[in-house]
């Protein structure tokens, strides 16, 4: 049975239909993307609620001429399959295939990389004064969910571009969600526009009555003033966004598709900024998704028809990271738990549940959440900061300027630090060794299995002096399970010959090639730290024969191991350091086995490279 996805390569040939096949259309995408995803992961339930509105954005605007901008980019599937890669989504997530996110390495209908949120609408406003200045024609789109509105980026970009008039478009997708719950003003300011029947029921009516007219169309556009009028009295909120400079168009059905493209066609026609707010369902087409969006917005492999996971789920860092807590919070009322709009993707949501008002989800606003931290730390409370490796860079300079400076004991929990797998370039936790081990009073700890995270985060619940970061991969622990957590390190096994240094997710692998090069006849050591800063060097040359490798999963500079090899030439001592890391590049998508084995940090390749060396 043909199908019409079959015949769309480019969105032009989407152009060529006509619009009443569209829905069907939207349906075969919805269960190509679930089909996909069950397989190999992703981004599910935002990707089923945006596939009306991206299939209306391609039938009314011309990529990649005008430029569609996604925020953060987990609602890009639908996009992918429409711009010319429908015959590569089987390979999505996977080393070599399609990137979850929108990538101008893999389409010129991706003007930029997008893998973090609120950053939709500068880009677009930059590229529309770029526009302004060049000359050019061309429509600059920002999709951006309400979940985006919670970080400041989002409004630093909606006040410079209401007051600059440049035009560009910006779609509020609101589905009431980010990833989890949303939470804050502006998500009770949307649900009250959401949430007006009155406005739906006059739109529904004057829809009835215009279709049933002669040149309907025409008179619905001559009778929009009244409409709009009418819809001020109902929805006065809707002048918050044109306060700013907007012209304000919605809040209207995000799966409508004839909707869509009548609203679409009119804000290309507008001189100044427009927004227009779409109301969506996430998950929408499926019904597991649609019952259970937070689960099923990042999902491993599962069973389409009835939503399972294909694996067992075992215990993660970050479950463990969430029952201590809990735990801990049972017998001291100042500890309190603080999140950027992932409680439960940090493993916070037992803790919400038990303690609700010691929670505080903050929205995508990491610099504001560490900054609070600060400020309740200066109360006597003792806040455990929790996000994700690569969001916490955004509160780089909260770090240094609110914690680190004036001494404040802040814990912060880094959760998917090192390679994260399948996510991609945007999502690796490369770069926490570096920039947290220079910030000055800070201590940061790498815990290599369960057992030693539970030991590290009491140990960083009763510290009073300065920040406490603990860095922790995602997922579960190795074969390492032990608990060697005392102490800034600790001997795993002697060798006389030549040592391994490493920590966290990769002590497996150091401890298999160390066997394997004692097997050979080169008796090597294990050294796994567990405090990575401040590092005493002195003492832990100390316990390094001449040869001895540092291996982790990080960017080389700022590692550990360039560290060690600095330190090692300012004093002269007679120790031969080879480094293994992940250079200067960053790492694309993939299970964490093909990143591994592609950056030469698995055993074999590390084995092959150690002879070579040590020959």
């Not at 044109?242 to 909707?259: M, Q, R």
């Not at 869509?260 to 779409?278: C, D, G, N, T, Y």
């Not at 009073?441 to 002096?465: F, G, I, K, V």
């Not at 490493?502 to 150091?510: H, I, M, P």
């Amino acid at each position: 049975m043909s199908r019409l996805i079959d015949e769309i390569n480019s969105p032009a040939d989407l152009k060529g239909l006509p619009i009443e096949q569209l829905s069907p259309l939207a349906e075969e995408i919805r269960e190509m993307i679930i089909e996909t995803t069950a397989k190999n992961g992703g981004h599910l339930a935002p990707n089923l609620g945006v596939v009306e509105l991206t299939l209306a954005l391609h039938y009314v605007f011309d990529t990649p001429n005008d430029k569609l901008v996604f925020d953060v980019g987990h609602q890009s599937y639908a996009h992918k399959i429409l711009t010319g890669r429908r015959d590569g989504f089987a390979t999505l997530r996977q080393w070599g295939g399609l990137c979850g996110f929108p990538t101008p390495d893999e389409s010129i209908h991706d003007p930029c990389i997008a893998g973090h949120a609120s950053t939709a609408i500068s880009t677009a406003l930059g590229m529309a004064r770029a526009n302004h200045l060049q000359q050019q024609k061309r429509h600059c789109i920002a999709v951006v969910g309400d979940g985006a509105l919670t970080g400041g980026l989002a409004y630093e970009a909606l006040n410079d571009l209401g007051q600059s008039g440049e035009p560009v478009i910006v779609i509020l997708n609101d589905n009431g969600m980010s990833i989890s719950q949303n939470v804050g003003g502006v998500s009770k300011h949307l649900a009250r526009l959401r949430t007006r029947p009155q406005y739906f029921d006059l739109k529904r009516s004057v829809h009835r009555i215009t279709d049933a007219l002669p040149g309907g169309r025409t008179v619905n556009r001559a009778i929009h003033a009244v409409k709009s009028s009418v819809r001020d009295t109902i929805l006065p909120d809707g002048t918050l966004f044109e306060s700013l400079g907007f012209l304000y168009l919605g809040p209207a059905d995000g799966h409508s598709i004839e909707d869509m493209v009548h609203l679409f066609e009119r804000a290309k026609q507008s001189k100044k900024p427009v927004l227009i707010h779409l109301i969506t369902q996430k998950g929408k087409g499926y019904k597991a998704a649609e019952q259970d969006p937070s689960a099923f917005h990042g999902v491993g492999a599962f069973d389409v028809t009835n939503g399972n996971a294909v694996a067992a789920k075992s215990e993660t860092f970050s479950d463990r990271f969430g029952a201590v807590l809990t735990h801990a919070a049972e017998s001291n009322k100042d500890i309190v738990a603080v999140t950027a709009a992932m409680p439960d993707g940090v493993g916070l949501t037992t803790f919400a549940k038990r303690f609700p008002t010691r929670c505080f989800d903050v929205g995508i606003a990491e610099g504001h959440a560490v900054t609070m931290a600060a400020g309740m730390a200066k109360q006597g409370l003792k806040p455990v900061v929790a996000i994700y490796s690569s969001f916490l860079q955004r509160a780089y300079d909260h770090i240094i300027h609110d914690v680190a400076l004036p001494q404040v004991p802040v814990v912060l929990c880094v959760d998917r630090a090192g390679l994260v797998g399948e996510d991609g370039a945007t999502h690796q936790g490369l770069m926490d060794v570096g920039f947290l081990s220079q910030i000055p009073n800070m201590t940061l700890y790498a815990p290599a299995s369960l057992a030693e995270l539970e030991l590290m985060l009491y140990a960083a619940l009763r510290n009073t002096y300065g920040p406490v970061a603990i860095r922790y991969p995602r997922g579960g622990e190795g074969d390492y399970t032990a608990n060697n957590a005392g102490g800034d390190f600790a001997v795993l096994k002697p060798g006389h010959d030549a040592c391994l240094i490493t920590y966290g997710a990769l002590t497996t692998t150091a401890l298999t090639v160390a066997q394997q090069l004692t097997d050979s006849g080169c008796g090597c050591g294990v050294i796994k730290l567990n405090k990575l800063s401040p590092l005493d060097f002195d003492n832990l040359l100390f316990h390094l024969p001449s040869r001895c490798a540092v291996i982790e999963d990080v960017v080389h500079n700022g590692s550990i191991g360039q560290q060690l090899a600095a330190y090692i030439a300012q004093t002269g001592a007679a120790v031969r350091p080879t480094l293994f890391n992940l250079g200067q590049s960053f790492v694309p998508h993939g299970s964490v086995t093909c990143q591994r084995v592609a950056n030469g940090l698995d055993a074999d390749s590390l084995l092959a490279a150690l002879n070579d060396a040590w020959r």
